[in-house]
Nanobody, 118 residues
Framework: QVQLVESGGGLVQAGDSLRLSCAAA????????MGWFRQAPGKEREFVAG????????YYGDFVKGRFIISRDNAKNTEFLQMNSLKPEDTAVYYC???????????WGQGTQVTVSS
């Protein structure tokens, strides 16, 4: 079992930046590939970014277009999502997720709200 707790969400204006954090506890953090997803009202949950156990490989959803950066600090059991040039359409609840032995995400955080005003 892995417990994931997101933080760093909030209300910002278009063009601003936010840094989300996800603190993990319960299992060895570097055994897990990690990811970020988001869900906007009335929409399905979508993939934002993923990072391999060592941090060497990263993956992004098509909509990111260089605006977001995923990273992790295995010594601190934490992953991050740096979001720049935020747009109103980035408004959503952002979820941290952990995948063990592949990229099937099994563990999820409770989510953190990001609201971008125009």
């Amino acid at each position: 079992q892995v417990q994931l707790v997101e933080s760093g969400g909030g209300l910002v204006q278009a063009g601003d930046s936010l840094r989300l954090s996800c603190a993990a506890a319960g299992r060895t953090f570097n055994n897990f590939n990690m990811g970020w997803f988001r869900q906007a009202p009335g929409k399905e949950r979508e993939f934002v970014a993923g990072i391999s156990r060592s941090g060497e490989r990263t993956y992004y959803g098509d909509f990111v277009k260089g605006r977001f950066i995923i990273s992790r600090d295995n010594a601190k059991n934490t992953e991050f999502l740096q979001m720049n040039s935020l747009k109103p359409e980035d408004t959503a609840v952002y979820y941290c997720a952990a995948a063990e032995g592949g990229w099937s995400y099994k563990y999820w955080g409770q989510g953190t709200q990001v609201t971008v005003s125009s």
